[in-house]
């Protein structure tokens, strides 16, 4: 049992780095009486819309724990599937609480610190984005390592990650709604109809847009990738116990977790520049030399146990981590060519900024797409499909650096926005702008990961999932399995299409409220009355919220449904097309939504005209669209892949009511 001791050190020191580095970014200076002010407005928002949202979580918990309970005592279900349910489901709701926290008192921080320069505002907004990292990964190996050292078997924590994988998908699109609902609203009124620059303190709908970073981009992002890395600890645990591997192979997944915590803390280290240009280039660092670091640890693990084949398939999940990012930069960074193309494209007006963005996100699937496959097929050939499964966990255990990559965007996009609506120089503005542009591309980058880590990690809950249920081989001329294969496929686009439809109806109501202001409140637009902000941030509360349950039973719903109506081969079918069609349009939105933003950035940089030209404008109504692509519709896939997989682990043991053996019987 010694081996066990490696992820319950690493995961404690991870939540002791988080606990000093919180400590650091709350000592910082949090700037004059507005900006403070300002700040209060957007935490007091975020903490109301996660109270909120965390309420209908508790209905569901306590609905499904009572079903769990039930089914647990006439033995359908584990004994401990309701607490291990509830553990992950806590823990993914406290990481993303954390993440919360932190990035509602960071940004006011980094926004003063910019008054010492781009350096310090730099470090302040990666420090506060690393709370949220080494958060969610101890919480992660901290909690799945003691369930499984109290409960000794991964197939009676499939409970556990449904916990993780319901709380990531609640979060995911309550958050992903209320951000993008706010900012499509802000922009469309602010930015087109009245000419306001962005975050300018007149426009009622600016608290809104930036309470909402924070609850999708930090809450969200963080249950997100908490869920990520539990279900793929249990994945991989699932296939080393189903394949009887011995005990160093089932633990192995807890190990590497542990590893690359260490890894990461070092890599926390490398990030600083004075150089606008080199902000990306420096976060990058990080990433690329925790890997490197993480990967000797991996070297010597599969030395000690005598298995080379185990690193190979180790590294080409920290390849495919690392590519993944540098694929992700090439088609969202500001600078790059496929950015400046639809900046360029935009002369020609909004439709042809739409046709651009498009066509970019769909172009952007093929080398992602490419480096998933290759480093499937690198995994399986040196180690199985149980490589398959540790290709994913080295891949997510880069989870720390990177959701402190992306939990640095939040923060520096909020800090631009307290420095304008509070008047600082402009001076100030041209240090936060340019971090707030990266902050575009990590948070692209971390979706990127993201989505790549929940391909390979449904892959292996997927061959999970076959093994406990008897399933052989898929045949996709059996016409029950084709027929699951088409209703999976569709899923993603109607979750899409749910989500997306949520974001519009609540942007409406922005649109109205910011109408009705201007109209009503005289003297608003000379900045002599301040603005009802609370109005705004009331009506995108409400609007995520009621909007949640639709997506969430989509995806608790539809493999019960297949399942138990067509049987464990339609369902084999429906998660396999789930998975494809999923990851790919998953790609094709957050890619193709990032590159719209960093256009409409690049035109306010002065480019073709600059800001309140036709052009402009133009790049304004793409972002209206990326931007529930980017940060609602195409992160919450990742989660409902997850739901739809673990619930069918779950349910398999009722396949023996299923319509289909029910028939065969008879």
Not at 30 to 56: D, L, P, V
Not at 61 to 79: D, G, N, T
Not at 256 to 264: D, H, P, Q
Not at 469 to 490: E, H, K, R, Y
């Given at each position: 049992?010694?081996?066990?001791?490696?992820?319950?050190?690493?995961?404690?020191?991870?939540l002791?780095?988080?606990?000093?580095?919180?400590?650091?970014?709350l000592?910082?200076?949090?700037?004059?009486?507005?900006?403070e002010?300002?700040a209060?407005?957007?935490?007091?928002g975020?903490?109301?819309?996660i109270?909120?949202?965390?309420r209908?979580?508790?209905?569901?918990?306590l609905?499904l724990?009572?079903?769990?309970?039930?089914?647990?005592?006439?033995k359908?279900?584990?004994?401990?599937?309701?607490?291990?349910?509830?553990?992950?489901?806590?823990?993914?709701?406290?990481?993303?609480?954390?993440?919360?926290?932190?990035?509602?008192?960071?940004?006011?921080k980094?926004?003063?610190?910019?008054?010492?320069?781009l350096?310090?505002?730099?470090?302040?907004a990666?420090?506060?984005?690393?709370?949220?990292?080494?958060?969610?990964v101890?919480?992660?190996?901290?909690?799945?390592?003691?369930?499984f050292?109290?409960?000794?078997?991964?197939?009676?924590l499939?409970?556990?990650?449904?916990?993780?994988?319901?709380?990531?998908?609640?979060?995911?699109?309550?958050?992903?709604?209320?951000?993008?609902?706010?900012?499509?609203?802000a922009?469309?009124?602010?930015?087109?109809e009245?000419?306001?620059?962005?975050?300018?303190?007149?426009?009622?709908?600016?608290?809104?847009?930036?309470?909402?970073?924070?609850?999708?981009?930090?809450?969200?992002m963080?249950?997100?990738?908490y869920?990520?890395?539990?279900?793929?600890v249990?994945?991989s645990?699932?296939?080393?116990?189903l394949f009887?591997?011995?005990?160093?192979?089932?633990?192995?997944?807890?190990?590497?977790?542990?590893?690359?915590?260490?890894?990461?803390?070092?890599g926390?280290?490398?990030?600083?520049?004075s150089?606008?240009?080199?902000i990306?280039?420096?976060?990058?660092?990080?990433?690329?030399?925790?890997g490197l670091?993480?990967?000797?640890g991996?070297?010597?693990?599969?030395?000690?146990?005598?298995?080379?084949?185990?690193?190979?398939?180790?590294?080409?999940?920290?390849?495919?981590?690392?590519?993944?990012?540098?694929?992700?930069?090439?088609?969202t960074?500001?600078?790059?060519?496929?950015v400046?193309e639809?900046?360029?494209?935009?002369k020609?007006?909004?439709?042809?900024?739409?046709i651009?963005?498009?066509?970019?996100?769909?172009?952007?699937?093929?080398?992602?797409?490419?480096?998933?496959?290759?480093?499937?097929?690198?995994?399986y050939?040196?180690?199985?499909?149980?490589?398959?499964?540790?290709?994913?966990?080295?891949?997510?255990?880069?989870?720390g650096i990177?959701?402190?990559?992306d939990?640095?965007?939040?923060?520096?996009?909020?800090?631009g926005?307290?420095?304008?609506?509070s008047g600082m120089s402009?001076?100030?503005?041209?240090?936060?702008?340019?971090?707030?542009?990266?902050?575009n591309?990590t948070?692209?980058?971390?979706?990127?990961?993201?989505?790549?880590?929940?391909?390979?990690?449904?892959?292996?809950?997927?061959?999970?999932?076959?093994?406990?249920?008897?399933?052989?081989t898929?045949?996709?001329?059996?016409p029950?399995?084709?027929t699951?294969?088409?209703?999976?496929?569709?899923?993603p686009?109607?979750?899409?299409g749910?989500?997306?439809?949520?974001?519009?109806?609540?942007?409406?109501?922005?649109?109205?409220?910011?109408?009705?202001?201007?109209?009503?409140?005289?003297?608003?637009?000379?900045g002599?009355v301040l603005?009802?902000?609370?109005?705004?941030v009331?009506i995108?509360?409400?609007?995520?919220?009621?909007?949640?349950?639709?997506p969430?039973?989509?995806?608790i719903?539809?493999?019960?449904?297949?399942?138990?109506?067509?049987?464990?081969?339609?369902?084999?079918?429906?998660?396999?097309?789930?998975?494809?069609?999923?990851?790919?349009?998953?790609?094709?939105m957050?890619?193709?939504?990032?590159?719209?933003?960093?256009?409409?950035?690049?035109?306010?940089?002065?480019?073709?005209g600059?800001?309140?030209t036709?052009?402009h404008?133009?790049?304004?109504?793409?972002?209206?669209?990326g931007?529930?692509?980017k940060?609602?519709?195409?992160?919450?896939?990742?989660?409902?892949?997850?739901?739809?997989?673990?619930?069918?682990?779950?349910?398999?043991?009722?396949?023996?009511?299923?319509?289909?053996?029910?028939?065969?019987?008879l």
């Amino acid at each position: 049992m010694e081996i066990i001791i490696v992820p319950l050190v690493a995961s404690m020191l991870a939540l002791l780095y988080a606990a000093i580095a919180a400590l650091f970014v709350l000592k910082q200076e949090k700037g004059n009486k507005k900006m403070e002010e300002i700040a209060k407005g957007i935490r007091q928002g975020a903490t109301a819309f996660i109270k909120r949202e965390y309420r209908s979580i508790f209905l569901f918990w306590l609905v499904l724990v009572i079903i769990f309970s039930v089914a647990a005592y006439f033995k359908v279900l584990p004994s401990a599937t309701p607490i291990a349910f509830t553990v992950g489901a806590a823990g993914s709701a406290l990481a993303g609480y954390i993440g919360m926290e932190i990035s509602v008192r960071a940004n006011v921080k980094a926004a003063k610190a910019a008054e010492s320069g781009l350096k310090k505002s730099l470090h302040v907004a990666f420090v506060g984005g690393s709370v949220t990292g080494m958060s969610v990964v101890g919480l992660a190996l901290l909690g799945f390592t003691v369930m499984f050292m109290i409960y000794k078997s991964p197939l009676v924590l499939i409970g556990f990650g449904f916990g993780a994988s319901l709380v990531s998908l609640f979060a995911r699109v309550g958050g992903g709604i209320y951000t993008k609902g706010a900012d499509v609203g802000a922009d469309l009124v602010g930015k087109t109809e009245i000419g306001l620059p962005e975050d300018d303190p007149r426009n009622p709908a600016v608290i809104a847009d930036n309470v909402g970073d924070n609850v999708g981009d930090c809450a969200g992002m963080a249950a997100d990738l908490y869920e990520s890395y539990v279900i793929t600890v249990l994945a991989s645990m699932l296939i080393a116990q189903l394949f009887k591997l011995p005990y160093t192979a089932l633990v192995l997944p807890l190990v590497i977790g542990g590893v690359a915590i260490i890894a990461s803390i070092i890599g926390t280290f490398v990030v600083g520049t004075s150089d606008k240009r080199k902000i990306w280039s420096t976060l990058y660092r990080s990433i690329l030399i925790s890997g490197l670091l993480a990967g000797i640890g991996f070297f010597a693990l599969a030395l000690v146990m005598g298995q080379l084949g185990y690193f190979t398939a180790m590294l080409a999940g920290i390849v495919v981590a690392v590519l993944l990012a540098q694929i992700t930069g090439h088609y969202t960074d500001k600078d790059s060519k496929a950015v400046l193309e639809i900046a360029e494209e935009s002369k020609g007006g909004a439709g042809t900024n739409i046709i651009a963005g498009v066509a970019n996100g769909m172009r952007a699937t093929l080398f992602p797409v490419i480096t998933i496959v290759a480093g499937i097929l690198v995994s399986y050939i040196f180690a199985g499909v149980y490589g398959i499964a540790i290709a994913a966990m080295a891949m997510l255990s880069l989870t720390g650096i990177i959701v402190a990559v992306d939990s640095y965007g939040p923060i520096t996009d909020n800090a631009g926005g307290i420095a304008e609506m509070s008047g600082m120089s402009e001076s100030v503005r041209a240090i936060t702008d340019p971090l707030d542009a990266v902050g575009n591309t990590t948070k692209a980058v971390t979706k990127g990961f993201a989505i790549g880590a929940a391909a390979l990690a449904a892959l292996s809950l997927f061959v999970a999932f076959a093994s406990v249920s008897g399933i052989q081989t898929i045949d996709i001329l059996n016409p029950f399995v084709i027929t699951g294969l088409f209703i999976g496929a569709m899923i993603p686009f109607v979750f899409s299409g749910i989500t997306m439809r949520a974001v519009g109806r609540a942007a409406s109501k922005i649109v109205e409220e910011v109408r009705h202001q201007v109209k009503t409140k005289k003297g608003l637009l000379q900045g002599k009355v301040l603005p009802d902000y609370a109005r705004a941030v009331d009506i995108t509360t409400k609007e995520a919220i009621r909007s949640l349950m639709a997506p969430a039973l989509l995806g608790i719903l539809s493999p019960i449904v297949v399942g138990l109506l067509l049987g464990k081969l339609a369902l084999g079918g429906l998660l396999a097309g789930v998975i494809v069609s999923g990851l790919v349009l998953a790609i094709m939105m957050t890619t193709g939504g990032a590159a719209w933003d960093n256009a409409k950035k690049y035109v306010e940089e002065g480019h073709f005209g600059g800001k309140g030209t036709d052009v402009h404008k133009a790049t304004v109504v793409g972002d209206t669209v990326g931007d529930p692509f980017k940060d609602t519709a195409g992160p919450g896939i990742n989660p409902l892949i997850k739901v739809i997989n673990t619930v069918s682990l779950l349910i398999f043991p009722l396949f023996v009511y299923s319509l289909p053996a029910m028939m065969h019987v008879l």
